[in-house]
């Protein structure tokens, strides 16, 4: 009985020390915008109605992940402090906005 309690305290004592860990970096690092950003990208692509067509299909992942790019950027511009990885999500918006035209141009 006394190892069966034992290890019942053992196992809460950890279970609870994960729980304290998990909220202290969930405190620290809550869902971030960034992977928000990540976790939406990811759900509309795994839900997006495929037509079968590869070329269309590709077209269409490929605008949502560049969408989702862009979104991580703008939040870099607004929310980062290093000067040159915003230069670096001023560059990632121009060339996923082109991207995005030459998809949708080439998706007609």
């Known amino acids: 009985m006394k190892i069966k309690n034992g290890l019942i305290a053992g196992i809460s004592i950890l279970l ?7 909220s202290a970096n969930k405190n620290t690092f809550p869902e971030s915008a960034l992977m928000k950003i990540m976790n939406t990208m990811m759900s509309d692509m795994k839900f997006m109605n495929m037509g ?8 269409m992942m490929m605008i949502r992940h560049h969408k989702a ?22 560059e990632i918006i121009n ?3 082109k991207e995005i035209g030459a998809l949708n141009e080439r998706n007609g």
């Open 52 to 59: 079968g067509n590869p070329d269309h299909d590709f077209a």
């Open 69 to 90: 790019a862009i979104e991580m950027a703008h939040y870099e511009l607004q929310s980062g402090k290093d000067e040159k990885m915003k230069m670096k999500a001023e």
């Open 16 to 22: 609870a020390s994960f729980s304290i860990s998990y």
């Open 95 to 97: 060339k996923q906005t």
